[in-house]
Structures are given as C-alpha cells and as structure tokens.
C-alpha cells in the first residue's frame, strides 16, 4: 500500500491531545494475545510505536518486561510517566528500522495502529531476527464502522472534503492496513499460523474528545492552520445536533503469526 511516510513525525506535536483522545484496546485483544502467544511471566515484549504507551501499559501492567519503541520524544515523555509504577518498563527513542536490537532479544513484539508506519523494507526479516524461537507477532488496528452509526457517517462527509477519501477515524484506511497485512504475513515464509480476530466495541465520546481525535489524526496535523480551524467548526456543527456521550460503534482487527523457526 503507498503510505507517506513522513507524515509519521506528525503525532508528537499534539502529545497531550494525542494522549487524551485516542481510545485503549480491549480487555479481551490483550487477553487474547496473550494466551495466543503462551508468553511466559518473563517474558519480554516490543512494542513498535508505542506512541503514548496505550498498548504498552495493559502488558506493563501484566508484569512482563516491555519496551515501548517510538521516534517522539513528546509520546515517550507521556508513556514513561503512564508506566513509571512498573519498573520493568523500558523505553527506546528511535524508529524500528534503526533501532539496534540483538537476534531472540523478545518473546512478542506488539504494534498498535502503527506497523504501517514501519517502512516495508525489511521490516518482517527483521522482526523475525529479534524474535524468539516460537516468538509472536501481535499486531492490531482500529477504525469506527460508519455502516453502524449516523454520526460517523455526517463525521465522514465532512473529513472527506478535507482529506483523502477513506482517511481519518471514520475511514477505510485503518481497515486496509489490517487486510493488507494479514495478506503479507500469509504470502512470508518466515511466519505461519497466522489469524485475524475481530472485536466490535461501543466506545463513548464526549464532543471535545471527539473532535481531538480527529484532530490528531497525521493528515489532520499537516494541513494549514486555517483549514485545521475550519474542519473544527465544522465537525462543531455536525456533533452539536446529538446529545453527549456520543456511542460510537468500534472495531478493532488483530493479526497473529508466530515464527517460523
């Protein structure tokens, strides 16, 4: 799939906002990681763009040794803090492409709404060299199903006008980069079993965490200030006509494949 990846550098200048609007995973996707993986309690854990450590705390949490993995310094800051009760926690400032990691270094490396960042050179035999014998790969997206909801729907008209049809939270892409992925790692010899797992999750909103989201979105970021503010009042005026907590219906995609030793 043709990603620009540049736009990868945008998130860090909302950290904050980025932090505050974009929604957790599942109790049950991380159980299901879990278990998939029959990680043992010592487990040690890469997560790849871990942003502001939404998916590195539920592992973190769990007392598995983790290291979160990303190219802001702004989201570490935050995901340091959101972990520092756990001291098996680690953090590492730099993209997966250049970070320096010994061969069988993790038992799982985990990604969430970020491995199509990554750029696709290389990047399976790599994980494949750090991983474990038997190591898994865990990687996951979300995207909000506007077949389901009327909201998403007048939300999705407005974003199509500024952006690329398809982007933003209520768009195709999320659901793209999930498909293309689990048909990679099927098409790679270097991992087997693989599995897609799907999990739908009404997810409350209120009006400014809504509009946040949006608005940490990496095309969002990159457009001029003047439109930033005019897409603003715009979703303004389609969220003013429903009533607080919005229900948006989620679906969150998982993709499992563990090595192939």
Known sequence: MQINHSLRTAFGKVGSLYDKSRVTYPQQLIDDIIIYSKIKPNATILDVG???GQATLPFAERGYNTVGLDISKELLTIAKEKCSPFKKAKFKLSSFENAKFNKNSFDLITSGLAWHWVKPEGRYQKAHNILTDNGTLAFFWSYQQNGKSTIVKE????LDKYGLKGAGPVGSRMKDYANFTYNELREKPLFSNIEKRKYSIPTPFSREKYIGLVLT???VLKLPQNEQKQLKEDL???LNRYQEPFIIPYKYVLILAKKRN
Do not use: D, I
């Not at 939300?155 to 407005?158: A, E, T």
């Open 50 to 52: 871990c942003g502001s």
């Open 155 to 158: 939300v999705g008209k407005v």
């Open 217 to 219: 979105y990496s095309w």
């Open 236 to 238: 303004t005026r389609v």
